[in-house]
């Protein structure tokens, strides 16, 4: 099974700030990559899908880039309903689906 | 508007066996698969397998295979997932959510899961 990895498991950041997220897999997966944002008790919502590609009605701040194994999520000015769990996940071994293990973005 | 509906919160002794259900809105429900996906209190999201509503073998997480059932009901729009021999470690949110396929400009195809039920709250408890 293909393997997923996150960093940093947890940031803490302040509104405006230029947040990075790194995902990594263990082995090449193109671009089948996707990021999803979690808040507490709620399900996930996909931001980006196919690593770069921005789903409709996600504001702009939020940007992909990467591919092969390296992958990043950017938020450029960090709003305060951002904060929440990131994660991100491969579809390249479809159907088959694997989860990184999740950033968590908290307040400074 | 497409909507994935779960059964309700279930409280189990260890042992015991759970059996969640998703019913499936808004859609032709044989046009996608259905995946589940738990989340332990306070962790990640885990992916547990897929199931196909057109049929065929279920697709399972090497962690559950052999022990985790997933099965679709055409006539009722709904997916089910049964989960015998609890134990504490099951203890865990269970969503389920829709495979959504989107072909780009450059016929590459992508597939990501949009939407997800509300989750379904499974404790295992003695």
């Known amino acids: 099974d293909i393997q997923m990895t996150q960093s940093p498991s947890s940031l803490s950041a302040s509104v405006g700030d230029r947040v990075t997220i790194t995902c990594r897999a263990s082995q090449s997966i193109s671009r089948d990559l996707n990021w999803y944002q979690q808040k507490p008790g709620k399900a996930p919502k996909v931001l980006i899908y196919g690593a770069f590609n921005l789903q409709s009605g996600v504001p702009s701040r939020f940007s992909g880039s990467g591919s092969g194994t390296d992958f990043t999520l950017t938020i450029s000015s960090l709003q305060p309903e951002d904060f929440a769990t990131y994660y991100c996940?491969?579809?390249?071994?479809?159907?088959?689906?694997?989860f990184g293990p999740g950033t968590k973005v908290d307040m400074k | 508007h497409v909507q994935l509906v779960q059964s309700g919160a279930e409280v189990k002794r260890p042992g015991a066996s759970v059996n969640i259900s998703c019913e499936a809105s808004?859609?032709?429900?044989?046009?996608?698969?259905l995946h589940w996906v738990r989340q332990a209190p306070g962790q990640g999201l885990e992916w547990m397998g897929v199931?196909?509503?057109?049929?065929?073998?279920?697709t399972y997480a090497q962690k559950f295979q052999g022990r985790v059932t997933m099965t679709a009901d055409t006539s009722a729009s709904t997916v089910y997932l049964t989960l015998p021999g609890l134990t504490s470690e099951d203890t865990a949110v269970y969503f389920c959510a829709r495979d959504f396929q989107f072909t780009g400009s450059s016929s590459r195809i992508y597939k990501w899961l949009e939407p997800w039920g509300q989750g379904t709250l499974v404790i295992v408890s003695s």
């Open positions: 199931v196909d509503p057109r049929g065929g073998a279920p």
């Open positions: 808004g859609y032709t429900f044989t046009t996608y698969s």
């Open positions: 996940q491969q579809s390249y071994s479809t159907p088959l689906f694997t």
